[in-house]
């Protein structure tokens, strides 16, 4: 990891990552960007905005006392980002996408010079952003594993770990099940469906060093998760990640995660910042507006780190 190769994060030291990683969807949100094409004013607007994220991480650096920060950013706004968190005291352990943005199915960013990128930045994660179920289309579920086999394996060679960002939509069979209701999905259903595409994946070869994985809703079921996840003595761990949740959703998952030694922190994003970047974009973005963006980040971010108290 940046600053100590030899650390991994552990329930008791965990990891905290403010992610930003989002592309299509951070243009079209707040820019107004149409088609993941930016102008070259809305390009510089979304670098700029991710400069302000991470100094707000950067701002809320000293009060983390346990465990470490992280940042999950991409190559193509986070340049700026990248460069300031390999520079960072105290260190922040850097991860980045190698997966396309706005793709129903996993895409790579880079195509066949995907490892190269990797190579080149040398982050302490690359990850994949996945959406699988297991009623999905079997040949295509076969085609995106098949993919993220080789990506895993890619990563293995190069010596950079693996991070697994697993969504796991209803289908509408699912959601008839549930009674339409989304939060019975989640609740009832949706751990299951989680474990067996893990299971799927380890099937397949792919070996991420950390799956993040939607909030679960109670501790049995990410007990069940996290089993799947270690099975056959895997040393693979877990974190929550934000799905763009409600606080007291967040707050209820990380409350359910820390009653579990598997998981070892969270990688949350827009319920951090995205509110405090849409009213930095609205000011004079002058700097008291850029002061108060960067507490608002800072504030939200470590009012999650306080939540994990295992």
Do not use: C
Not at 136 to 144: G, H, I, L, N, S
Not at 269 to 296: F, P
């Amino acid at each position: 990891m940046a600053g100590n190769p030899d650390w991994r994060p552990r329930h008791d030291d965990p990891l905290f990552i403010l992610a930003m990683d989002h592309r299509e969807s951070f243009g079209k949100t707040l820019f107004g960007v149409g088609d993941d094409a930016p102008d070259p004013d809305e390009a510089a607007a979304m670098r700029a905005a991710k400069r302000l994220i991470f100094e707000g991480l950067q701002t809320a650096l000293p009060s983390v006392t346990s465990g470490r920060a992280g940042v999950l950013v991409d190559e193509r706004y986070g340049q700026d980002v990248i460069a300031a968190a390999r520079n960072a005291e105290p260190s922040v352990v850097l991860a980045v996408p190698v997966e396309a943005s706005g793709h129903d199915w996993f895409t790579l960013e880079w195509g066949d010079q995907w490892l190269e990128h990797v190579e080149a930045v040398r982050p302490d994660y690359a990850k994949v952003l996945v959406r699988d179920n297991p009623d999905f289309d079997a040949a295509r579920r076969e085609a995106q594993l098949s993919r993220l086999e080789q990506v895993s394996d890619g990563l293995q060679e190069v010596g950079v770990a693996l991070l697994y960002e697993l969504l796991v939509p209803a289908t509408d069979a699912q959601l008839d099940q549930a009674g339409r209701d989304t939060d019975a999905y989640d609740r009832d259903i949706r751990p299951a469906l989680v474990a067996r595409v893990i299971a799927d994946n380890q099937a397949h070869g792919v070996e991420p060093a950390l799956w993040k994985v939607e909030g679960l809703e109670t501790v049995d079921a990410a007990r069940q998760v996290a089993a799947q996840a270690k099975a056959g003595g895997r040393a693979a761990d877990l974190i929550v990640l934000g799905r763009d949740a409600p606080v007291e959703r967040l707050d209820h998952w990380l409350a359910v995660a820390n009653q579990v030694d598997a998981f070892v922190g969270f990688a949350i994003g827009r319920s951090i910042w995205e509110d405090a970047v849409r009213e930095w974009e609205a000011s004079d973005r002058g700097q008291r507006a850029a002061d108060q963006a960067r507490r608002t980040i800072a504030e939200r971010y470590l009012g999650f780190v306080a939540h994990w108290t295992p």
